[in-house]
T-cell receptor
Framework: EAGVVQSPRYKIIEKKQPVAFWCNPI?????LYWYRQNLGQGPELLIR????????DSQLPKDRFSAERLKGVDSTLKIQPAELGDSAVYLC????????????FGPGTRLTVL | GNSVTQMEGPVTLSEEAFLTINCTYT??????LFWYVQYPGEGLQLLLK?????DKGSNKGFEATYRKETTSFHLEKGSVQVSDSAVYFC???????????FGQGTRLTINP
């Protein structure tokens, strides 16, 4: 069974540029999460989807971050414009349903903003 | 709000040593508790979990017991191997909170 797929694995951009990350969850997983992991820290939730609906986006900086999950499968996380402080690893995870189910994580996208 | 505190790293041990990584939590109600591991160059993987008080999670020789009275979920392994070198994260999910709250991670290095 394929795991959570993310692309790109690495991205280097200049500040004020836009950037997008893509995630394909495990087949059949209805719940999708985006986390941000700063260097030396644990991941922090940005947004959670149940199918197509964003049910928890309270930690998403909405002035510059946006996300979508069309058709309840793939998801895209976008930053526009990027700031130096956005440098981090962006992780996507999926689970069958409720959070007490195991969350399966992708390898992440390491973003460096110069 | 919910939070997780892990012992600070890095931790360096010799092969076959006994391992303990401390984890304590603050939460309302009865959270589920998890240990995730991140091997070099790989994504986070669930190592073990416990969903109620006194439960013991175990996997790959690692164990952790959900201690409600001390609000702890310490990770232990009796004899570590070089291949256990990784970053270990303790995490919780509160009932109905629908998200994981992670500790800051503990980097473990095992020397042969």
């Amino acid at each position: 069974e394929a795991g959570v797929v993310q692309s790109p694995r690495y991205k280097i951009i200049e500040k004020k540029q836009p950037v997008a990350f893509w995630c394909n969850p495990i087949s059949g997983h209805n719940t999708l999460y985006w986390y941000r992991q700063n260097l030396g820290q644990g991941p922090e939730l940005l947004i959670r989807y149940e199918n197509e609906e964003a049910v928890d986006d309270s930690q998403l900086p909405k002035d510059r971050f946006s996300a979508e999950r069309l058709k309840g499968v793939d998801s895209t996380l976008k930053i526009q414009p990027a700031e130096l402080g956005d440098s981090a690893v962006y992780l996507c995870a999926s689970s069958l349903a409720a959070v007490t189910d195991t969350q399966y994580f992708g390898p992440g996208t390491r973003l460096t903003v110069l | 709000g919910n939070s997780v505190t892990q012992m600070e790293g890095p931790v360096t041990l010799s092969e076959e040593a006994f391992l303990t990584i401390n984890c304590t939590y603050t939460a309302t109600g009865y959270p589920s508790l998890f240990w995730y591991v991140q091997y070099p160059g790989e994504g986070l993987q669930l190592l073990l979990k416990a969903t109620k008080a006194d439960d013991k999670g175990s996997n790959k020789g690692f164990e952790a017991t959900y201690r409600k009275e001390t609000t702890s979920f310490h990770l232990e392994k009796g004899s570590v191997q070089v291949s256990d070198s990784a970053v270990y994260f303790c995490a919780l999910s509160g009932r109905g909170a629908q998200k994981l709250v992670f500790g800051q991670g503990t980097r473990l290095t095992i020397n042969p």
